[in-house]
């Protein structure tokens, strides 16, 4: 099996890593209620998913 001779530098090992950084995730907007939400996703505004309800939010809360 082969392995490596000499050490990697710092800065070719983070040349290597500048890639694996998270991005931001994608959001598309409800088409009930106009909030952001990430696609495939409950609304967390409405509780609408692909044009019907899931759940019924409670707006009486006392």
Do not use: F, I, Q, W
């Amino acid at each position: 099996m082969a392995l490596p001779k000499r050490r990697h530098s710092h800065s070719r090992t983070r040349k290597r890593r500048s890639h694996d950084a998270l991005g931001m995730p994608g959001l598309s907007l409800c088409g009930s209620c106009g909030e952001p939400k990430e696609p495939h996703r409950l609304c967390g505004n409405c509780g609408k998913y692909n044009g019907r309800t899931v759940y019924a939010l409670e707006t009486d809360l006392t």
